[in-house]
């Protein structure tokens, strides 16, 4: 349960990191932060990438600790390992020494596939969440 709840707290947080990129990106002189590759591609490793491990774990750990067998807390796996991918395509931009509006078009085109991954992801933990408390009651079981 602990680990659910832990997880959706490093699910906001690495939303509001992504939201952050998304802004910068908006802003006018973005050409000169998108196109710093080193900085960026840290910036990715560190900050987004190393918020989704804890967001895995986390899941895994609730996976495995309960005797039931969620088919939420699967798809919640898969949507991580989909935002990994998401947020690798871009890395792997920055890392080729791409140009700045190659860059760019990946960003705008992955952004809506992060955010719509990070919302049905939030949807799974909540529902796995409210199963798992729904079955220590005493009422709830069969």
């Known amino acids: 349960m602990t680990g659910l709840f832990e997880a959706q707290c490093y699910l906001d947080d690495f939303e ?3 939201s952050e990129i998304q802004k910068r990106l908006n802003q006018r002189q973005s050409d000169r932060i998108f196109s710093s590759h080193v900085w960026m591609s840290q910036k990715i490793d560190d900050l987004i990438l190393g ?12 996976q495995q600790s309960t005797d ?16 990994y991918g998401l947020l690798n395509e871009i890395n792997s931009l920055y890392k080729q020494r791409e ?14 596939a992060i955010f719509d991954r990070v919302n049905k992801l939030r949807d799974k933990l909540k529902v796995s969440k409210e199963i798992l408390e729904g079955s220590n009651k005493p009422y709830f079981k069969m």
């Open 16 to 18: 509001s990191s992504i």
């Open 99 to 112: 140009g700045y509006s190659a860059i760019k078009r990946r960003w705008d085109y992955n952004f809506p």
């Open 68 to 83: 039931s067998n969620l088919i939420h807390l699967k798809v919640a796996l898969n949507l991580t390992t989909e935002l």
């Open 51 to 62: 918020k989704l491990k804890p967001i895995k774990e986390k899941i895994t750990y609730a």
